[in-house]
Nanobody, 123 residues
Framework: QVQLVETGGGSVQAGGSLRLSCKTSDYTNSRYCMGWFRQAPGKEREGIASIYTRSRSTYYRDSVKGRFTISQDSAGNSVYLQMNNLKPEDSAMYYC????????????????WGQGTQVTVSS
C-alpha cells in the first residue's frame, strides 16, 4: 500500500511561515511528479504547486506565486512546501500527492494522496 506522510502543518499568524514535508514509502510512486493540494471548508480541492521529479520543473497557482516554494530531495521521494507570508485565505487542509508514471500532473490530479495536514492562519 502506497503511503504518503505529511508533516509540518500548524497554526501561525498572518505573515508567518510554515514548511510542509511529505515522504513516500516507495520512490516508484513519486518518480514522475509530486505536488501539494489544499481544500478549505466548503471549497473544492485545488492544486497549488507541483514538481516533475526528473526535470525539477515547478508549477504554482497564481495566488501562491512568490510566497510558496516547492522542492524535492535528491532521491525524489520527498517533497517540501515552504510557505512564507501566509495569509488567512491560505488556511486549509493541505494534501501531498504523487504519481509514478505519466497520466497525472500532480497539479490537477494525482495517483496517490496523503492524509492531509491542517494549516491555519490567523489575522
Amino acid at each position: 500500500q502506497v503511503q504518503l506522510v505529511e508533516t509540518g502543518g500548524g497554526s501561525v499568524q498572518a505573515g508567518g511561515s510554515l514548511r510542509l514535508s511529505c515522504k513516500t514509502s516507495d520512490y516508484t510512486n513519486s518518480r514522475y511528479c509530486m505536488g501539494w493540494f489544499r481544500q478549505a471548508p466548503g471549497k473544492e480541492r485545488e492544486g497549488i504547486a507541483s514538481i516533475y521529479t526528473r526535470s525539477r520543473s515547478t508549477y504554482y497557482r497564481d495566488s501562491v506565486k512568490g510566497r510558496f516554494t516547492i522542492s524535492q530531495d535528491s532521491a525524489g521521494n520527498s517533497v517540501y512546501l515552504q510557505m512564507n507570508n501566509l495569509k488567512p485565505e491560505d488556511s486549509a487542509m493541505y494534501y501531498c500527492a504523487a504519481a509514478g508514471v505519466p497520466g497525472h500532473d500532480c497539479y490537477f490530479n494525482a495517483a496517490y494522496w496523503g492524509q492531509g495536514t491542517q494549516v491555519t492562519v490567523s489575522s
